[in-house]
């Protein structure tokens, strides 16, 4: 009976290691072409995305040539077709950066896909006739040792020793390792105070405040009008449409900071503090647009030869 078994396992370790021989070649195959089919489908992708910016590029051209068309011309029509033009490029343009393939890379991430899964396949295949092999073994060392009380007796005493080991375990309380509880125990030291620990902490943002200070003091000459009838640093608001607009500021947090009403056609300045700020554009007393940020920070700007911290215009053909 010995005999028999032990040739039932010597024919299926030889045919799983012949399986096992062949399974892994498959597998070495869909590595390669797995490596294939990325390197295809990256290229795939890179040509898009170059084909995706020039057409972008070209729109943009064509949208910039409709409005300088329509800001240089005085004549009703012109402008009415040029503003029409603008807002079909933008619908294009809009169109274009909304596309992320194209049929190319469909079949590239298809043909990927297929060798993934086809090693994922044969990894399972692998997988289940190794574990297969494990049980087989598994169940002739067990009859073995039910064949011989000699061995049985050694595995009872073995597992009944292994009780006692942990029951002897269980008893015995946890110790802490002296290094983690020093590390529990650490306190700041008492000669430090709460303030300069935290100013300490936070040294980094203190530069960088004391850099922002220090810009907004080199720029402020050049900047502002020292004659100025407001206090705070020159912002530009300009009106390039053809009817009113009120700049309505905001601060970060929602609340409302002044409203500038500015005539067509018409530059105004205000003086504002330094900060974050949002514009929003009502035409009409109606909002126009999306708002843009308006940051002063010592940093300034040349709009139209005319220095200043920051400014908002609303063009021509609105928001």
């Not at 502002?224 to 390039?240: C, W």
């Not at 947090?253 to 056609?265: C, D, F, L």
Request: glycine share 4%; proline share 3%.
């Amino acid at each position: 009976m010995k005999n028999l078994v032990i040739v039932a396992l010597l024919v299926v370790a030889t045919i799983g290691q012949v399986f096992g021989q062949a399974t892994r070649e498959q597998i070495a195959i869909a590595d390669r072409e797995i490596s294939k089919a990325e390197v295809s489908f990256k290229k795939a992708e890179k040509s898009f995305d170059s084909q995706k910016a020039k057409k972008i590029a070209e729109l943009k051209r064509d949208y910039r040539k409709q409005e300088i068309a329509g800001n240089r011309s005085e004549n009703k029509t012109e402008i009415d077709a040029a503003l029409k033009a603008t807002k079909k490029l933008q619908s294009q343009i809009d169109s274009v950066n909304a596309l992320t393939a194209n049929a190319d890379m469909y079949a590239k991430k298809a043909e990927l896909k297929k060798w993934q899964d086809k090693k994922a396949e044969l990894l399972a295949q692998f997988l289940e006739v190794k574990d297969s092999k494990k049980t087989l073994a598994n169940a002739d060392t067990t009859k073995s040792a039910k064949s011989d009380p000699v061995a049985l007796n050694i595995k009872k005493k073995s597992a009944k020793a292994d009780d006692s080991s942990d029951e002897e375990t269980a008893a015995k309380p946890a110790k802490e390792p002296k290094e983690k509880a020093d590390i529990y125990d650490r306190k700041i030291p008492t000669e430090v105070n709460r303030i300069d620990y935290k100013q300490r902490d936070r040294s980094y943002d203190l530069r960088r405040d004391d850099l922002v200070l220090t810009k907004i003091e080199q720029n402020i000459n050049s900047a502002i009008s020292p004659g100025g009838q407001e206090g705070g640093y020159k912002v530009i608001f300009d009106n390039m449409y053809i009817e009113p607009v009120d700049f309505k500021v905001f601060r970060s947090n929602g609340e409302q900071y002044t409203s500038v009403m500015v005539k067509p056609g018409v530059k105004r300045t205000k003086y504002l503090l330094p900060g974050v700020y949002f514009v929003h554009f009502y035409v009409a007393g109606k909002p126009s647009g999306l708002p843009c940020k308006l940051t002063i920070d010592g940093k300034t700007y040349d709009y139209d030869g005319e220095s200043c911290f920051n400014f908002a215009y609303m063009p021509r053909f609105g928001r």
